[in-house]
């Protein structure tokens, strides 16, 4: 085991830190999650380290528990879009021919929508639930996993080594997991933390429009929407969540920029 | 009294090294070349000649004070008419690369900027340096042109680089490199991605422009008999040292060291021709195919027949149809017509329709071992993988077999647990061959399965499957472009010229006059190791390559 780079040791500590955080929200955060302790906007103090919101909630109790939120719901997307993504991109990549057109076409089909309007369009006619917004946002995503994946797939098989899976008559599944997949796995991984930080700006988004988590849940773009007056009168409430929205994406990336270093160093990888 | 020849290039006590680093261990230099010295006096030729690794290509950079990617220079000197240039700074060795010293590299192909027509990138460093103006330029790249021997020397500067042929690429970039009347030219394998019929044209006019325009000439190669045509001196590398250093009549007919006598007597397997009566394992008959939305036919009519247990080798130059007619035989490319039968039973021409028997016992090993392994994988699982999946093998069973495949392919049971990334190139080669051998086939497809390897490791390969020929009786499709690997492993002979099969037969037969124009052209082009051949050669063939 080689010595972790500062960089990605920084990341590491933070990228774990939020986790760990999320994962423990129940025991770690001070106040329950919709609970009001005092008046509206409080200062930093003793009681309440970041303060209150704008009806009087803990701030560092909701960041937190909109942090489980938040991660919670990028991290299940994510796991879908690349799940999905991935599996049909290889597909299209070794059957070729109409199955690949299909897939690809309909991929450029909702492409050709921007995202965020095809989810508030989703969104708005279905009702908003958390498996329903990790769903329509795993879905939407999954397009450009799609098409990264069948992308690299696609170089892979016309080695040789894929040629002589085929002539031993290995079926799809063994050549999809076992020959492509170990050998796709380095690009697939920077992509993903790239993918869950864009989950990340993207459930913050749907709330900060009202279309994603529902109050009284908690989540970091709720937390500016509901705290975005306060910027007017010098109250940073709404920057708190933001400055944790950048901290994450930086330092998961730290991490996904380390992961890729590593893997293409072991023993025969792509571009060792 | 005549003068005493010019010295262009000394090199003395050229030391050069590197970073390494090996996967999963601390980055170590490593010396590449040591201890070289030689000298080049004006209008003579020095080949360097060396097996892959042996720094042949380093020693050629370091002629221009020049190290690829990370190489550093660390000893000796590099005098260049009398100028020591490893001392000179960024801008002395701009003014000098491209004015005095040029270089023609291996792959023309990969060399020439695509999208600009071959006279701007010819005359682009005489310019650069201005050297010439354009006309003057012009005029001496159409003399050059003419001097190599390219077809339309006048308008062929107008064509871009996919519009001339390999042979004739790699003659536009020997004029590129003479353009500016250098000192020195650097020949890196110049002809090494040619067809043999291709390259011997190329080297002869080589050759004839070295001799004309009394530059003086590196010819890096790792084919001893190519270099023994165009050189006056020969040294002969192993790791980065020095091994024997002398003229190329010493060196071919009285070479000193062991090494060299090696390389001089590569291709020392002597394979009778077995006895014509097996039953045929394979029946190619009045096969025809082409590729998916063409009209043109890259096999004609193909009929062949090999005996259980032999060889039938297949020859011919690139797009003659040889590796197509492997695609045919293992189904990725259903024949359009025509009838392939195996073991006894019908093919069915595509893959897909094949049943588990026949895939099994038809195997295939490639050319680049490299991309035939799955580098994610180790040994125990690219050679165990054909046993579980044909014989059911697991667990320790498959582990004990895999062993002894490898011992049988001479490599040693340690091996099991390596990557592919672990192995030198023929011991790659070897796995392939053993993963095939694990399906317990009846037919083995070879597609130029030495034509990546340095010659003695390609020497011990063939012994191999000569080997296992014996033991396990199984048949190979051998297909290549290299005569001198014919001679060694086959039985039968398949010659092919456009996708159609122009002489077939035993091999005693195929190489026995009297010959057709092709196969004349074919065997007449494989470089021999001897004193003014390619002279020989060029004055009395008959027919010229398709490639030109």
Do not use: H
């Given at each position: 085991m080689r010595r972790i780079p500062l960089a990605a040791l920084i990341g590491l500590v933070f990228t774990g830190g939020y986790f760990f955080c999320a994962i423990f929200a129940g025991w770690i955060a001070p106040y329950g999650m919709a609970e009001v302790v005092g008046d509206s906007w409080e200062p930093w103090s003793a009681t309440h380290w970041l303060g209150t919101?704008?009806?009087?909630?803990?701030?560092?109790?909701?960041?937190?528990?909109?942090?489980?939120?938040?991660?919670?719901?990028?991290?299940?997307a994510t796991v879908l879009s690349f799940t999905l993504g991935a599996s049909l991109g290889f597909l299209a990549a070794v059957r070729g021919g109409w199955v690949d057109q299909v897939l690809s076409r309909l991929v450029d089909l909702v492409m050709s929508i921007p995202s965020l309007i095809s989810a508030l369009v989703v969104l708005s006619v279905m009702p908003v639930t958390l498996p329903i917004l990790i769903l329509v946002m795993g879905l939407l995503d999954a397009t450009r996993v799609f098409r990264l994946s069948r992308a690299v797939a696609v170089d892979i098989t016309v080695m040789d080594y894929?040629?002589?899976?085929?002539?031993?008559?290995?079926?799809?599944?063994?050549?999809?997991?076992?020959?492509?997949?170990?050998?796709?796995?380095?690009?697939?991984?920077?992509?993903?933390?790239?993918?869950?930080?864009?989950?990340?700006?993207?459930?913050?988004?749907?709330?900060?429009?009202?279309?994603?988590?529902?109050?009284?849940?908690?989540?970091?773009?709720?937390?500016?929407?509901?705290?975005?007056?306060?910027?007017?009168?010098?109250?940073?409430?709404?920057?708190?969540?933001?400055?944790a929205i950048s901290t994450l994406a930086i330092s998961v990336n730290l991490v996904a920029d380390w992961v890729l270093t590593r893997t293409t160093s072991l023993k025969g990888g792509r571009g060792a | 009294m005549?003068?005493?020849?010019?010295?262009?290039?000394?090199?003395?006590?050229?030391?050069?090294?590197?970073?390494?680093?090996?996967?999963?261990?601390?980055?170590?230099?490593?010396?590449?070349?040591?201890?070289?010295?030689?000298?080049?006096?004006?209008?003579?030729?020095?080949?360097?000649?060396?097996?892959?690794?042996?720094?042949?290509?380093?020693?050629?950079?370091?002629?221009?004070?020049?190290?690829?990617?990370?190489?550093?220079?660390?000893g000796g000197q590099v005098w260049l008419k009398g100028r020591d240039i490893l001392q000179g700074r960024a801008r002395d060795l701009r003014d000098l690369r491209g004015r005095q010293v040029t270089y023609v590299a291996q792959s023309a192909a990969a060399a020439f900027n695509p999208a600009r027509q071959l006279m701007e990138q010819v005359i682009e460093t005489t310019l650069s340096h201005g050297l010439a103006t354009r006309a003057e330029a012009e005029a001496r790249a159409v003399a050059l042109f003419t001097r190599l021997g390219l077809p339309n020397p006048e308008s062929i500067g107008k064509r871009y680089p996919h519009q001339v042929s390999g042979g004739q690429l790699q003659r536009v970039m020997t004029a590129m490199a003479l353009c500016p009347q250098p000192d020195l030219v650097v020949f890196d394998e110049p002809t090494t991605a040619l067809d043999v019929t291709t390259q011997i044209e190329v080297l002869a006019a080589i050759k004839e422009a070295i001799h004309l325009t009394g530059v003086a000439a590196l010819y890096i190669t790792h084919d001893l008999a190519v270099v023994a045509q165009v050189s006056d001196d020969i040294m002969v590398l192993r790791g980065g040292r020095m091994v024997e250093y002398g003229t190329v009549q010493q060196i071919i007919e009285e070479p000193r060291e062991e090494y060299t006598r090696a390389l001089v007597s590569v291709r020392s397997i002597d394979h009778a021709e077995k006895a014509d009566g097996a039953a045929a394992v394979l029946s190619v008959a009045n096969v025809t195919a082409r590729y998916r939305g063409t009209k043109f036919d890259v096999l004609k009519t193909v009929t062949l027949d090999l005996p259980a247990g032999q060889t039938l080798a297949v020859v011919g130059e690139s797009g003659?149809?040889?590796?197509?007619?492997?695609?045919?035989?293992?189904?990725?490319?259903?024949?359009?017509?025509?009838?392939?039968?195996?073991?006894?039973?019908?093919?069915?021409?595509?893959?897909?329709?094949?049943?588990?028997?026949?895939?099994?016992?038809?195997?295939?090993?490639?050319?680049?071992?490299?991309?035939?392994?799955n580098p994610r994988q180790t040994v125990g699982t690219i050679i165990g993988r054909p046993l579980e999946f044909y014989f059911g093998l697991k667990g320790e069973a498959k582990r004990a077999r895999v062993q002894d495949l490898l011992e049988q392919i001479e490599m040693g049971r340690g091996f099991i647990d390596r990557y592919p990334a672990e192995l030198s190139g023929g011991q790659k080669q070897r796995v392939c061959i053993a993963r095939a051998l694990a399906a317990k086939p009846r037919l083995i497809i070879c597609d130029e399965v030495t034509s990546a390897l340095d010659p003695l490791v390609a020497d011990g390969i063939l012994k191999l499957l000569l080997n296992l020929q014996a033991q396990e009786g199984v048949a190979y499709l051998f297909i290549t472009h290299d005569l001198a690997t014919v001679r060694a492993i086959a039985d039968r002979i398949a010659?092919?010229?456009?996708?159609?099969?122009?002489?077939?037969?035993?091999?005693?037969?195929?190489?026995?006059?009297?010959?057709?124009?092709?196969?004349?052209?074919?065997?007449?082009?494989?470089?021999?190791?001897?004193?003014?051949?390619l002279e020989n050669v060029i004055a009395t063939r008959k027919m010229h390559s398709a490639g030109n």
């Open positions: 919101d704008s009806i009087g909630r803990d701030l560092l109790s909701r960041m937190i528990w909109g942090g489980q939120t938040t991660i919670f719901v990028a991290t299940a894929v040629e002589a899976a085929r002539l031993r008559g290995e079926r799809q599944g063994w050549i999809i997991f076992r020959e492509i997949l170990p050998n796709a796995l380095s690009p697939l991984i920077a992509e993903m933390g790239l993918r869950f930080i864009f989950m990340v700006l993207f459930i913050s988004t749907l709330s900060f429009l009202g279309l994603g988590v529902q109050p009284p849940m908690a989540d970091w773009g709720g937390i500016v929407k509901e705290n975005k007056e306060g910027i007017v009168y010098g109250i940073p409430a709404a920057l708190i969540p933001a400055f | 005549p003068k005493p020849p010019e010295i262009v290039l000394k090199v003395q006590g050229l030391r050069i090294e590197a970073t390494s680093y090996p996967p999963g261990e601390a980055p170590r230099e490593v010396v590449l070349v040591q201890d070289v010295s030689f000298a080049l006096e004006k209008g003579k030729v020095l080949g360097l000649i060396g097996e892959s690794g042996a720094g042949k290509s380093t020693i050629g950079l370091a002629s221009m004070a020049y190290g690829r990617g990370g190489v550093r220079i660390t003659s149809g040889k590796s197509t007619l492997a695609r045919v035989i293992t189904g990725l490319l259903p024949a359009a017509k025509g009838r392939i039968t195996f073991s006894g039973r019908v093919l069915a021409p595509a893959l897909a329709d094949r049943s588990k028997d026949d895939l099994r016992e038809l195997q295939m090993i490639y050319q680049m071992a490299d991309v035939a392994m010659v092919m010229y456009r996708g159609e099969v122009v002489r077939y037969g035993p091999k005693s037969q195929v190489l026995a006059p009297p010959f057709d124009d092709y196969t004349d052209l074919l065997l007449s082009s494989v470089p021999e190791m001897q004193l003014g051949w």
